[in-house]
């Protein structure tokens, strides 16, 4: 198992953050004096939102398991790092409670057969993926009730919307993430908070390029076919999404125009669920 619940630790690589938010709203520091907190920061996706919202101007909780990277992170974007095992509940519950924008990004991967997929490593997913929002929103939506105002976030997947062999685990989880983002909306509309997922497809990080030996295992086919065959054989659009798409589309729910999208999910997956 991977050292980090950051799904992609490692595969962004920031350039001058403005040039992302720019890109999203004019009047950059939209979220100036918010606090934003982002699960599995220390890399990839996670990565790319936290640069993005501290851009922004949002003081950024940087969570994550991979401590080294974490704090890193935080330093470089003025934040703080908060080094936590996920799967472990008591954990998350030391979390803060006083994120004005919530990003759950956290995940991992595991491919295999339902007949020989382990539980351990079922149970451990949902977890990470299902339980740790729970326990993270469940501390922080009073706080945003009280402030009136409340971005969730959940980095979901093309597959919380549509199923794939061999993904059981990460396909149950996404979806289970599709309800709790819904409940939230519906929960939280009164008291000025959204909640949304983002849905990307195979988005170019470590995760991805680690699942390729083992995409070639089950499907019977050589490495290199991989991309081409398995992951981007469902898209219109035949090339890898990047981690700073994903964030741009996060920081873009944030914004005081996306205020009244709530309990939807955004697709960026090349035109996969089109068909």
């Known amino acids: 198992m991977q050292s980090s619940h950051s799904p992609d630790a490692g595969a962004y690589t920031a350039g001058d953050p403005r040039d992302v938010v720019d890109q999203v709203v004019v009047g950059a520091r939209f979220l100036a004096g918010r606090t934003a907190m982002v699960t599995g920061a220390a890399g990839g996706i996670g990565r790319a939102c936290a640069v993005a919202l501290s851009a922004a101007g949002a003081f950024v909780r940087v969570v994550d398991r991979a401590g ?30 006083d994120a004005d924008v919530v990003v759950n990004n956290a995940g991992l991967q595991h491919v295999a057969a339902i007949h020989e997929f382990p539980p351990d490593r079922f149970a451990l997913m949902q977890r990470v993926m299902v339980e740790a929002p729970f326990r993270i929103l469940r501390r922080t939506l009073p706080r945003m009730y009280e402030r009136e105002w409340g971005r969730v976030v959940n980095i979901s997947s093309v597959h919380g919307l549509r199923a794939s062999p061999y993904k059981s685990a990460y396909v149950a989880a996404k979806h289970a993430l599709e309800g709790l983002s819904k409940v939230v909306a519906l929960e939280g509309a009164e ?85």
């Open 68 to 97: 080294e990277a974490a704090e890193r992170l935080a330093e470089a974007i003025g934040g703080t790092a908060h080094i936590v095992d996920l799967s472990v509940p008591d954990a998350v519950d030391t979390l803060p409670d």
């Open 191 to 275: 008291h000025g908070v959204t909640s949304n997922c983002v849905n990307p497809g195979y988005v170019r990080t470590p995760l991805v390029e680690r699942q390729i030996a083992t995409q070639a295992r089950v499907h019977g086919i050589p490495e290199d076919e991989v991309v081409a065959r398995v992951m981007l054989d469902r898209t219109a659009i035949k090339r890898l999404i990047e981690p700073d798409e994903v964030a741009r589309a996060v920081l873009w729910l944030c914004t005081p125009q996306a205020g009244c999208i709530t309990g939807t999910s955004l697709p960026l997956d090349g035109g996969w669920t089109a068909r």
